[in-house]
T-cell receptor, first 109, second 116 residues
């Protein structure tokens, strides 16, 4: 079993839709939970990070962590074509970070 | 100004050659990383340095040798390149503990290595 499981997609939605991206993880020792966005041929960009269970909101993005079920989510409201990218979840403990495989998202105008 | 910069952006080389990739960050961060991203976009940590000290070495062949001459630079030297080394290599940096969760907050643009 991989330490972080993420459906690679692709996920295709119409503009304006609410997007839900999810990951599960197996090791409860990890303390930080992150979401990155990666455009084609670019480096990952940190979108959001959370430390504990609960929700964190930043503009159209909401990150959700449920430590009891080892489940993390990213919601994108009012999705735009510019949101089309690969979204990577990651978990971090100490200096070690493990990334999910990434979900490719396409938002169609 | 670019926060984390890598050179070169593209590198095509023959099997058996030795090559280096350079990384510099101008953010004053203490921790820097090298990641490898394969053709399936899977991003995997290779090395991590904190204040020029190696803290993570993730089962990487010893043909790969990182070097950190100072806190702002982390270079990657690869000996005897193999076909399987073809990938995109990313450098990243983290702010101190307590800032942005000490997460890999900034990545370089990547070095696309192709071994032929």
């Amino acid at each position: 079993q991989k330490e972080v499981e993420q459906d690679p997609g692709p996920l295709s939605v119409p503009e304006g839709a609410i997007v839900s991206l999810n990951c599960t993880y197996s090791n409860s020792a990890f303390q930080y939970f992150m979401w990155y966005r990666q455009y084609s041929r670019k480096g990952p960009e940190l979108l959001m990070y959370t430390y504990s269970s609960g929700n964190k909101e930043d503009g159209r993005f909401t990150a959700q962590v449920d430590k009891s079920s080892k489940y993390i989510s990213l919601f994108i409201r009012d999705s735009q074509p510019s949101d089309s990218a690969t979204y990577l979840c990651a978990i971090k403990g100490g200096f070690k970070t493990i990334f999910g495989a990434g979900t490719r998202l396409f938002v169609k105008a | 100004d670019t926060a984390v910069s890598q050179t070169p952006k593209y590198l095509v080389t023959q099997m058996g050659n030795d090559k280096s990739i350079k990384c510099e960050q101008n953010l004053g961060h203490d921790t820097m990383y090298w990641y490898k991203q394969d053709s399936k976009k899977f991003l995997k940590i290779m090395f991590s340095y904190n204040n020029k000290e190696l803290i993570i070495n993730e089962t990487v062949p010893n043909r790969f040798s990182p070097k950190s001459p100072d806190k702002a630079h982390l270079n990657l030297h690869i000996n005897s390149l193999e076909l399987g080394d073809s990938a995109v290599y990313f450098c990243a940096s983290s702010p101190p503990q307590g800032v942005l969760g000490n997460t890999e907050a900034f990545f370089g643009q990547g070095t696309r290595l192709t071994v032929v």
